[in-house]
């Protein structure tokens, strides 16, 4: 029932895991963290135990529901311009799946009854990979996304912790073989070996999570990525196999897909606002796309 609801609903895939500690990731959590890959983000040093442990976020929880949401573009900016992370094209996802997450939820207790949970996406601390991955919706890659065969990786994780048991999914394996086309592509040599990625040296924590100047070791480096960055899921194999999705909301304003580069270079107050007035472009903030498109052209 849950999962027919969630595909009823608009998601993609849902798979379901035991909440319970982390043991494999804690150690790979630590070391990334005690090697500052996370950069200036400080948050990521916050709520350890919770990362790890759903039962110490959500009391008495016992089940996790992750959840994917498709978000690849049918259209694509044009070629002479600055560039997007495909998934900031639309409506910003947190509003979208909140929304979905929250009727799921109404779902489950109007035909179970009294249960308790919280949604959860890319709002807490919760590492969604490991769960989707444990849930059985895909396996962790190289450039550390989440892959799946049929889908590839241009889809958002959410999740939905319960305290309800369930029947749990298990994991599946790993098919990046032998490829290595993420970690040759890197144009800043962020995926430091395979399925380890340096946050503090990935472009999208230049465009989006670094509030200060840009260093100078990084110029040239871009590829003309203003806001994040999809090369390591562009060159992927598997994702030859993503499809648009049908989710309206995700759809770009139109003059996103229409500007060149000289129109991004003279953008205004009051046309970026026009454009990402709910995107989650504005947490860069117009100074922030300024910087980024100065530091790009320089």
């Not at 949604?119 to 969604?128: E, Q, T």
């Not at 450039?143 to 994991?171: H, K, M």
């Not at 990402?276 to 796309?289: C, N, P, W």
Request: charged share 30%; with cysteine; glycine share 6%.
């Amino acid at each position: 029932m849950i999962k027919a609801e969630a595909i009823r609903l608009g998601f993609m895939s849902c798979g379901i895991s035991k909440a319970e500690f982390l043991e494999k990731e804690a150690p790979r959590l630590e070391s990334w963290l005690q090697a500052g890959m996370h950069g200036e983000m400080r948050y990521m040093e916050n709520h350890f135990d919770k990362r790890l442990d759903p039962t110490k976020l959500v009391e008495g929880s016992k089940s996790v529901i992750s959840l994917l949401l498709n978000y690849y573009p049918e259209e694509k900016q044009r070629e002479d311009s600055y560039k997007i992370s495909k998934y900031a094209y639309g409506t910003d996802y947190h509003f979208v799946i909140k929304d979905k997450l929250k009727d799921l939820l109404q779902r489950i207790q109007d035909e179970i009854g009294e249960v308790h949970g919280r949604a959860f996406v890319d709002s807490a601390p919760v590492l969604d990979k490991a769960w989707a991955a444990k849930s059985g919706l895909g396996w962790i890659g190289k450039n550390s996304n989440l892959l799946t065969r049929q889908v590839g990786s241009f889809y958002f994780i959410a999740e939905l912790i319960v305290d309800l048991e369930l029947d749990y999914d298990t994991p599946v394996t790993d098919h990046c073989g032998s490829c290595t086309a993420c970690i040759d592509a890197c144009p800043t040599q962020a995926i430091v070996e395979p399925y380890k990625v340096d946050g503090s040296k990935c472009i999208s924590y230049f465009t989006i999570e670094l509030k200060e100047e840009l260093p100078l070791h990084v110029q040239g480096k871009f590829d003309d990525w203003m806001f994040g960055c999809d090369i390591c899921q562009d060159v992927c194999p598997w994702n030859k196999f993503s499809k648009s999705h049908k989710e309206p909301l995700f759809d770009p304003h139109p003059e996103l897909l229409e500007m060149n580069k000289k129109e991004w270079e003279e953008i205004t107050h009051e046309t970026f606002n026009e454009i990402f007035k709910k995107s989650a472009v504005k947490r860069t903030k117009f100074e922030g796309l300024k910087r980024n498109v100065i530091f790009i052209k320089r």
